[in-house]
């Protein structure tokens, strides 16, 4: 039994290359159904006749269906990133608990707590100074350094 003497090289190459393009055309092929379903603009009598086209005749259906549709295909793969990471981005900052206030936000609630008489003239500069510095207000080891109410 001489099984590589009867399957020479270029023969397995050969099918190594069959065998990617079949892969690439499953890959095309649910590409494109997946853009067709994606398409908002589409009616769904549009969708239900791609899909007929693409699925009676295959190679035919993909082929005209990129030819027709294959420019807006990339746009709305882009704008369907674009949407994840905006969902992705929005999830993230929900769960670190927001985005940070800004110093001009800081300081005028200090101002407002200095005017009603919460806090002195003196925590007022301290806290503006920790404000204007960009510090948060703790130490390298986690405790307060100053007690500004809020």
């Known amino acids: 039994m001489n099984l590589a003497y009867d399957y020479p090289l270029l023969a397995a190459l050969g099918t190594m290359l069959w065998f990617f393009l079949w892969i690439m055309w499953f890959f095309l092929l649910f590409k ?37 549709r294959g420019k807006d295909m990339g746009r709305r793969e882009q704008e369907q990133a674009i949407q994840q990471r905006k969902a992705f981005d929005s999830y993230v900052r929900q769960a670190a608990g927001g985005a940070r206030p800004s110093s001009s936000d800081e300081l005028a609630k200090l101002s407002e707590l200095r005017n009603r008489g919460d806090i002195t003239q003196e925590e007022f500069q301290r806290a503006k100074a920790l404000v204007l510095n960009g510090d948060d207000g703790t130490d390298r080891t986690g405790s307060a350094t100053t007690t500004v109410p809020h």
Do not use: Q
């Open 32 to 68: 494109v159904v997946l853009d067709i379903f994606r398409d908002d603009s589409m009616s769904g009598w549009g969708k239900a006749g791609w899909c007929l086209f693409v699925i009676v005749l295959p190679f035919l259906g993909v082929l005209v269906y990129l030819l027709a």
